[in-house]
């Protein structure tokens, strides 16, 4: 595994030894695979070993590739987290596993997940859009282009409409995506 070749070029058998538990680390040194990467990346700093996210696909692709959000998960690992640590941490549903599994989508409602949006590596830019905030929603205003794509970005289910007062076009949409745009403004 490219994970434990990492380690191995980077500390000797007696630090990893040292900061790992005797049974971890004879299981790293002998390259047993069952060893999952969120109980190394509790440990040490996997982005100073250079460990990407090809690296991950290799290793574990085979572990996760019923997940169609392998960089999700990986940004998840690589921060020492296990799904069942980030659940308790922000008081997420089980949605945020089917999430992670079929498509991460953005028109959800699911409680708390605008707050992994940053550690999931999710980025939002609403610098071009005026924005409204609501209770219930978000509304966007801007050009109808800059308008359709942060749509198409995110999937959004919502369509545009043209605002006779403002003279401007806007997307109107609830979800975890404008719970985050929310949080943020």
Known sequence: MILYDKLKE???RKEIIKIF????????WRGDKSVFIHTISNKIDLYNLEYSFDNFQEDYGDKYQHNKEMLMLYQIFMKGYNLNRLSKKYNLESQFRNLLRDGFDYNCSSKNIYLTFELLGIQ??????????YETHVELFGSKGDLDNFKEQYALKY????????????LAFNGCLADYIKSKH
């Open 159 to 170: 369509d545009l409409y043209y605002d006779p007062y403002r003279k401007s076009w806007h």
């Open 10 to 12: 980077r500390y000797t």
């Open 124 to 133: 939002v830019d609403t610098v071009p859009f005026s924005i409204d905030i």
């Open 21 to 28: 538990d005797d049974t971890l680390a004879g299981r790293i």
